[in-house]
């Protein structure tokens, strides 16, 4: 008789069944790689043990694969591998110390990970400086920036697996603690929702000369209280981006629209979609961003495994290809590498 799995080994089951179920999804589509020569800086990926799943550099690389000429890439805090004792604060260091350890370890070839956002509790005020100069030492040579997750909404069905309260931007202890940033030569990493974009211009005002780099596009949703409203919700979302625009020390990351969030729903396609229907339903959000920011401040991301979900990696960057198919080669150049690669301070 089969002993009974307990809570955490039935979690890693179902998770890695869950996981097989996905591969194989995607695994049922394949297209060959547009100008496989073009260089790529990946500027948004996740690395981590956690809820019975595992993925970790073998699997980025598996997902990267051979089509595309990926150079660089730079890791992004998501709430893993965080010390399990220890002043509460200081706790975060743990994810950086395992980033660290998945760097030195990779014997897969030339250096994939070349930088890492980490994370850091702004709400301490001054006090997170002792976290900041932490974070710096034990990162060794890799971090360049700090995301502090403030995407909130009042739905419930919103989720979101960081904890934030509403207009944390704005808040004054929270700003003591950003205003740290840039002494230490450190990027604010801005994750939001597009309802918060407007919030997000007001502080990049107020501190010019701190580097913002706003992920995902900006956050649009397209689902709970948001689903069937894309034309409204894309016009709040325009202007929160032509405003963000004005501010010169803020960036762009174009992707994160794979994630389920975002509601076009190709998660839940019999067979995954191509790279031509994803192009088709991006391009309004892409291209909105590069017109507003231009190419020397936009940069394509994969936000992977997190867009996974509804593409590989191959049919993600032929979708952003297709976008931008009939930009010059210098526009290419900066969407595809030179901006993540200047922003994050690469030599890919």
Request: aromatic share 10%.
């Amino acid at each position: 008789m089969r002993p009974e799995q307990s809570p955490d080994e039935r979690q890693i089951s179902d998770a890695a069944a869950r996981r097989g179920a996905l591969d194989r999804w995607l695994d049922s589509y394949h297209e060959e790689s547009l100008e496989p020569d073009l260089p790529i800086v990946d500027p948004h990926h996740h690395l981590w043990d956690r809820g019975g799943h595992t993925y970790r550099l073998p699997q980025f690389r598996a997902d990267i694969g051979g089509s595309h000429n990926s150079r660089a890439s730079v890791f992004v805090e998501c709430l893993s591998h965080y010390r399990a004792d220890g002043p509460r604060s200081f706790r975060v260091l743990g994810e950086t110390a395992f980033v660290v350890d998945e760097v030195q370890s990779d014997i897969s070839g030339a250096p994939l990970v070349q930088a890492m956002v980490g994370a850091a509790d702004l709400m301490l005020g001054a006090e997170v400086e002792a976290v900041l100069d932490a974070q710096i030492e034990t990162a060794a040579g890799l971090l360049r920036g700090i995301r502090y997750a403030s995407a909130w909404d009042a739905s419930p069905a919103i989720h979101s697996a960081y904890p934030t309260v509403p207009h944390i931007l704005g808040n004054a202890r929270f700003r003591e603690g950003f205003a740290r940033l840039a002494p230490h030569g450190l990027i604010f990493e801005a994750w939001v929702y597009f309802t918060q974009l407007l919030e997000l211009s007001d502080i990049a005002a107020a501190f010019p000369e701190t580097v913002i780099v706003l992920d995902h596009l900006g956050g649009p949703i397209g689902v709970g209280p948001y689903a069937g409203t894309r034309a409204d919700n894309f016009e709040i979302w325009r202007r929160g981006i032509s405003a963000l625009a004005q501010h010169q020390n803020v960036h762009v990351k174009l992707g994160g629209l794979a994630m389920k969030l975002a509601g076009f729903g190709f998660d839940k396609s019999e067979r995954p979609v191509s790279s031509q229907t994803l192009a088709a339903a991006w391009r309004p959000y892409v291209e909105t961003c590069i017109m507003a920011f231009g190419p020397g401040r936009c940069m394509f991301e994969s936000n992977f495994p997190i867009d996974k979900a509804s593409c590989s990696y191959g049919v993600l960057w032929n979708a952003f290809k297709r976008i931008v198919a009939g930009a010059s080669k210098e526009e290419k150049n900066a969407l595809f590498a030179g901006t993540a690669a200047r922003v994050y301070s690469l030599t890919p």
